[in-house]
């Protein structure tokens, strides 16, 4: 995991390398300091030497600038190496995700694949700017002002060790406990929010079945828990802050004692006493420092881990050695294909499927909820590998093509479609990023489009908002097909993209489709009878078999399911409708 | 979204950044309303804090001063006398330590005292927020962004739990020190006192201007992040079709460019952020430096009978004193950010929850000996209105017979646009009424009235001859069982949610109402059947699997009325058929309203209204409508588009 987050450094290596040195830097500085002070009472004051005092009182001014320097060098570094990191990070993310295939995408949340690209690398950048700053600066802090002390008094600084010994231990013993109660709480905390979230979407249904008090226990319930592990690990926590200041003034209560006696014995002077206890809250606060970083650093880890996951995914699916980068036309064929959407799974959603298709042919494909109508047609573009058997489009196996190539030729209108914020001109662009304005025209006169676009009164400029939002559903199913007819593809797949039209136009457009692209092989997925009946051959499916193929009128005398939807869906109709 | 929405709430946790000033109207008195709010709970907890809050500053005072004393009091005598007795010291040193055990017993006591105040408070607010959510109307929730909502529960109750906890007690704890530690320095030595403010005074300055710089970076990265995000979650959302497009280039290409700009606005914002320490630590030190030539200046020439001793100790003080005054700018601004917070919190609580003078009971009714309704404890399939008369303070029972009346409705979501007009409607007991007709004709809207989730302008709406203002909601509500047009799940089992219907539902009758909406099949069939733990709104099934759960909730439900808001819609024509017959056997004896935009799931409707842009234009059976040849027809036909 460290290895894949360290790799995306890359730029911002030397701002990285940088930020402790200058850090270290400024901690030298600070250390001098106090010494520089010392001088300035022993050597100056005491002595009435009032040249020491200015010379040593000038060093010090330039000491502090220099500090003031380092300090905010390190921090201009550190905000270009954690920012610059992070962009690093998200960047890799984004483009890993590019590379998913349709199986890797299954394997996440769009809402999780949010929260990695989003809240997870805020984590990340803070915790690496943590590292960067205080993980240098903390250590080494304490290492220089236990290396001054010594050097002032080694028998005074042992009992700074015994001072360190004492916090670590109590810190540690801090962290040990409390840690695991944060993590815990932390998920507590998230899943309360997230049953807010949830009754507030769902606030109708809760209303409508009047749950109100129910909730609201629910809600108590899960708060009080909240509260108790909140109070558990921060009563552990209260510890932090006398453990400190005990350890710090029983520091300045021996020094005072022992060092008193030093003075008047001559072994020590009264600025290097007063030097003593500067260092000892340098010590203490760097101890602290580092606990706290620790902490960071562990809270930190998961989402490290998340985004390590979303980068180390790779594409299961990829070119072949050497791949064709040209169809031949569009036929297609399926040879005994096997399909399941978990590689170790032989429990298929797809079985046998076998059938081949002529280019320029319109094949039909009917079933109910959960017959793999859609998982059929995804296999044609290779968005999915079949577990066994092949799929042939022009004659070859669709492995062997380039798979940019391959898709292409293969357009598909998705059933859960999208349209993208921006306007008409720019979503229908996705189909050919050279479309000119006439062949966009064309296109949504073929889907039907063109009409209702000419009556926005920014036509082909109209806005689009986020999700498509401001089109009606078969409006925005409409310039779904013209954005896929923009490909001039060789097969074309509408999977349910009419459902939403009302049953002329849907017929207008399958009119257009026979006219205008006749080479074309279309597959039209749908579950209005009408919109399929008069294609070629039609495709039964029922739970994952294929059930029967044939025509409209073979179908009828053929298939016991095909008739039964036939009939559901026109009775009424042909009785009541056509007298 | 709702993870998302959460995670990142906590990820900006604590991160009060300098210079991003949120404006609050009225500081003052949210503040006085806030600490009322602490204070009704915890009043004598936070007369404790207070005092020792106090007691502990002293102390570091007293530490302080303990300093000078040292020096000037033992140090430099002793060093006077050939033969020095320690005792003084010792003794002093003794009660020092007396006086610093009562400082850290006093800051452990604070803290600890503290974690109740804070979390207690917050969890009051929680609930508070909660409760009082659960009694705002639906129009609270249509007219204010979930995320917005979202966000008093996260962003703004964790600011809150910032600044009770830290920056409160910190805020308290600097001004005594800053108050004790400037009297000690004026009775020390007045000039040097006056360098120590003067260098305060530029820290200030510089801080200000430097976090004027940082504020305005930050503003551009918080602008540039929503950039980000925002495409971020459109691109997720459409990963497919990127796929299908194979438009990978391009969305990395804009991506890149929306990516850099988040990194210029965000290193510059962390840079100015991060110079702030340096600046304000240095100039501390210059400030020290500055105070210490002067000081030894005044000592070396006796100036005011100034001692060396005096010097250590002032030193001492202006340290003490540079730290708590860099805190106070600081601690300030997350109160502010706090107080803006407070202020979202208590509008949320102060909106007007829904109104509800309705006194008209549902009660469970059997018939006794005589004949007559009386009311009963059990479930008896029969239901009955519960009239109070106030006069006579008598009670009489009226059987609920699902007969609903609209008598020239009008309705508007606001009194200037009325969207509903004199909508005319007689649902006999047993009969189902459907609507049809175009998006935003009204169709849900209307039975959205029947329930009373929105109060009619005018007209009146009439249940078994009652105007349905008089019914209590709540009984009104569980009168009526309603199928949603968008199902919505909750976090919990399969079984749980079904049992939403009804709480005290057995194990058998949520099965036999999953049975009869044809549930039960794909239930058996997920990993853990009924145990099947959902989560994120039922994310895992499909629409057509979530409309056979809420079928099926409603099933259990058991109510006399029943609402069907395109409850079929994603279900295919062939599962329909079969949900439709254990829909039917649902329907039976009550009275039911359907919307769908599936004509075969209507056609049998006794009455079928169509309805055009908040009328209704035409009403009738199937047949009747066919035979006019009018919208209805056409719709059939599929002549038109209804979406």
């Known amino acids: 995991m460290l290895k894949t987050l360290l790799a995306e450094i890359k730029e911002y290596k030397k701002d990285s390398i940088l930020t402790p040195i200058f850090m270290v830097l400024e901690v030298i500085m600070e250390v001098i300091i106090p010494v520089m002070m010392a001088s300035i009472i022993d050597d100056g004051v005491e002595k009435g030497s009032i040249s020491h005092v200015v010379l040593m009182g000038v060093c010090m001014l330039a000491v502090a600038m220099l500090s003031l320097t380092f300090g905010a060098t390190a921090g201009k570094y550190a905000a270009s190496a954690s920012t610059g990191f992070a962009k690093n990070l998200r960047k890799a993310m984004f483009r890993n995700i590019q590379n998913y295939s349709f199986s890797n995408l299954d394997k996440y949340s769009t809402a999780g694949l949010v929260t990695r690209l989003t809240t997870d690398i805020t984590n990340v950048q803070n915790a690496y700017q943590m590292i960067l700053r205080l993980c240098a600066r903390a250590p080494f802090m304490l290492i220089c002002a236990m290396v001054m002390s010594f050097s002032i008094s080694a028998k005074l600084s042992l009992v700074y060790l015994g001072a360190i010994v004492f916090l670590s231990v109590a810190l540690f013993f801090i962290i040990k406990n409390a840690h695991p109660i944060f993590l815990h709480v932390f998920q507590k905390y998230d899943d309360l929010n997230a049953s807010v979230q949830e009754n507030v979407n769902a606030v109708r249904v809760v209303k409508a079945y009047v749950r109100e008090d129910y909730e609201v226990s629910k809600f108590h319930k899960a708060s009080e828990n909240v509260y108790n592990l909140f109070v558990k690990a921060e009563k552990i926590l209260t510890l932090n802050m006398p453990s400190m200041i005990f350890a710090m003034n029983t520091c300045i209560l021996l020094i005072s004692w022992l060092g008193a006696k030093m003075v008047v014995g001559g072994e020590l002077k009264t600025g290097q006493l007063m030097s003593l206890f500067t260092y000892i809250i340098n010590i203490l606060i760097s101890l602290m420092m580092i606990s706290m970083a620790f902490v960071m650093i562990t809270m930190s880890k998961a989402s490290a881990e998340r985004i390590a996951e979303v980068i180390n995914e790779k594409s299961d699916l990829t070119n072949g050695d050497a791949p064709i980068k040209t169809i031949r036309d569009g036929s297609i064929e399926f040879k005994k294909v096997n399909f399941s959407y978990k590689k170790e799974n032989t429990n298929y959603v797809l079985r046998d499927i076998d059938f081949s298709i002529k280019s320029g042919e319109t094949i039909g494909i009917l079933g109910g909820t959960g017959s793999a109508k859609s998982s059929l047609v995804q296999l044609i573009p290779r968005l999915y590998d079949t577990s066994t058997g092949e799929v042939i489009v022009g004659g070859q196996n669709v492995k062997q093509y380039d798979i940019e190539s391959l898709r292409d030729e293969v357009a598909m209108v998705l059933q859960k479609n999208v349209l993208f914020s921006g306007t008409i001109k720019d979503n229908l662009r996705w189909g050919n990023k050279e479309a000119t304005d006439e062949e966009m025209k064309r296109a949504c006169e073929l889907a039907q489009a063109d009409e209702f676009i000419q009556k926005f009164p920014d036509q082909y400029d109209t806005y689009i908002e986020q999700g498509g939002n401001n089109v009606s559903g078969g409006q925005k199913q409409r310039l779904c097909i013209a954005r896929a007819l923009l490909k001039k593809p060789k097969i074309l797949i509408l999977d349910d993209s009419t459902s939403a039209v009302d049953t002329k136009t849907d017929s207008l457009i399958r009119k257009a489709f026979k006219e205008e692209i006749p080479d074309t092989t279309k597959i039209i997925i749908a579950q209005r009878i009408s919109s399929i009946q008069d294609a070629d051959r039609i495709i039964v499916l029922n739970e994952g078999r294929m059930e029967s193929i044939g025509t409209h009128e073979e179908l009828l005398e053929r298939s016991y399911i095909y008739k039964d939807v036939f009939e559901s869906q026109t009775k009424g109709a042909d009785k009541n409708g056509e007298e | ?643």
């Open chain 2, 1 to 643: 979204m709702a993870k998302n929405n959460v995670s990142q709430a906590r990820g900006m946790k604590g991160r009060i950044q300098p210079g991003m000033k949120p404006k609050v109207k009225n500081p003052g008195a949210i503040f006085k309303r806030l600490s009322a709010y602490i204070l009704k709970n915890y009043k004598l907890a936070c007369f404790f804090v207070l005092i020792f809050i106090i007691i502990s500053s002293l102390t570091n005072v007293i530490g302080t001063m303990f300093m000078k004393n040292l020096i000037d009091e033992y140090i430099v005598p002793f060093m006077k006398q050939e033969h020095p007795s320690f005792t003084p010291l010792a003794k002093a040193l003794t009660s020092m330590a007396v006086v610093y055990g009562i400082g850290v017993l006093s800051t452990w006591g604070y803290s600890r005292i503290m974690v109740e105040v804070s979390q207690g408070t917050l969890r009051r607010i929680r609930n508070d927020i909660f409760e009082h959510m659960e009694t705002l109307p639906i129009k609270y929730f249509d007219t204010h962004a979930h995320g917005d909502i979202m966000s008093v529960y996260t962003n703004d109750t964790d600011t809150l739990r910032q600044m009770i906890s830290q920056s409160i007690p910190q805020l308290v704890s600097s001004v005594i020190t800053i108050v004790s530690v400037l009297v000690s320095m004026i009775i020390l030595n007045i000039p040097l006192t006056f360098v120590t403010l003067f260098m305060v005074g530029i820290m200030l300055f510089v801080t200000k201007k430097i976090a004027a710089k940082s504020g305005t970076y930050f503003m551009n990265q918080q602008k540039n992040l929503g950039a980000v995000n925002g495409y971020i979650e459109e691109m997720m959302e459409g990963q497919k079709v990127v796929k299908v497009f194979c438009h990978e280039d391009d969305s990395i290409q804009q991506f890149e460019n929306l990516n850099e700009e988040l990194f210029n606005s965000a290193n510059n914002a962390n840079k100015y952020a991060n110079i702030l320490m340096p600046v304000m630590g240095n100039l501390g030190n210059i400030s020290y430096v500055i105070t210490a030539i002067i000081g030894s200046l005044l000592s070396i020439y006796g100036v005011g009978a100034f001692t060396l001793g005096g010097l250590a100790s002032f030193l001492q003080f202006n340290r003490s004193f540079n730290q708590p005054i860099s805190q106070v700018s600081q601690q300030l601004n997350s109160v502010i950010m706090a107080l803006a917070g407070a202020d979202r919190i208590f509008t949320l609580l102060d909106e007007k929850p829904e109104v509800d003078d309705g006194y008209v009971e549902l009660v469970n009714a059997k018939y006794d000996e005589k004949g007559e309704l009386v009311e009963s404890k059990e479930r008896t399939h029969i239901w009955a209105w519960k009239h109070h008369h106030k006069s006579d303070n008598t009670v009489t029972y009226q059987k609920l017979e699902g007969d609903v009346v609209f008598d020239h409705v009008d309705f508007g979501y606001n009194d200037e646009k009325i969207i509903l007009h004199d909508i005319e409607m007689f649902a006999k007991p047993g009969e189902k009424i459907a609507f049809v007709g175009a998006t935003g004709a009204g169709k849900t809207t209307i039975t959205n009235l029947i329930n009373r989730f929105y109060d009619i302008q005018d007209g009146k709406i009439r249940y078994d001859g009652i105007n349905i203002n008089k019914i209590k909601k709540a009984d009104l509500r569980r009168s009526l069982g309603i199928v949603l047009q968008d199902t919505h799940l909750f976090t919990g089992t399969v079984m749980e949610n079904i049992r939403y219907g009804k709480l005290d539902a057995t194990d058998e009758e949520v099965i036999a109402a999953a049975k009869l909406a044809n549930a039960d099949y794909f239930i058996d069939h997920l990993p853990e059947g009924y145990n099947t733990v959902l989560t994120g709104d039922g994310g895992n099934l499909s629409q057509g699997q979530r409309q056979l759960l809420a079928i099926a909730r409603a099933a259990v439900a058991d109510p006399p009325v029943l609402i069907l808001d395109e409850a079929t819609s994603s279900i295919d024509t062939r599962t329909e058929k079969i949900v439709q017959e254990g829909m039917d056997h649902l329907m039976e004896g009550r009275t039911v309203f359907v919307i769908a935009h599936r004509l075969s799931t209507i056609k049998n409707s006794d009455v079928i209204m169509v309805l055009d842009q908040g009328r209704i234009i035409e009403r009738g059976d199937h047949d009747v409508l066919i035979e006019k040849k009018g919208i209805y027809y056409q719709l059939y036909t599929g002549a038109l588009e209804q979406d």
